[in-house]
């Protein structure tokens, strides 16, 4: 299971820290990732960590978001800086299976609205 929180009402340029706890299985061993979707448009990876902690992030968001993951707690975290307002959208945790493919069914996504 996956659930992701921390979202909320911001200014553009403003920041926010999203967590995102999974159970066990849905994290041990897996490259994590942030998914977004905004409103109307598909769900796009927007950044990964790998168990190693090597880490990948789309060119829309690279140098403002950072992801991170603590294995002992089982979450992975994304804090999102200089916010703008196409940052707007649901955003939701999973594994990733391969590319950009989630692993597991959607959990709980949290809603990120960036004000301009």
């Known amino acids: 299971q996956l659930q992701a929180s921390g979202g909320g009402l911001v200014e553009a340029g403003g920041s926010l820290r999203l967590s995102c706890t999974a159970s066990?299985?849905?994290?041990?061993?897996?490259?994590m990732g942030w998914f977004r979707q905004p409103p109307g448009k598909t769900r796009d990876l927007v950044a990964f960590?790998?168990?190693?902690?090597?880490?990948n992030y789309a060119d829309s968001v690279k140098g403002r978001f950072t992801i991170s993951r603590d294995n002992a707690k089982n979450t992975v975290s994304l804090q999102m800086t200089n916010l703008k307002h196409e940052d707007t959208a649901v955003y939701y945790c999973?594994?990733?299976?391969?590319?950009?493919?989630?692993?597991?069914?959607w959990g709980q996504g949290t809603q990120v609205t960036v004000s301009s």
């Open positions: 066990g299985n849905s994290f041990r061993g897996n490259i």
């Open positions: 960590i790998t168990t190693g902690g090597t880490t």
């Open positions: 999973n594994a990733i299976l391969a590319g950009t493919t989630p692993r597991f069914p």
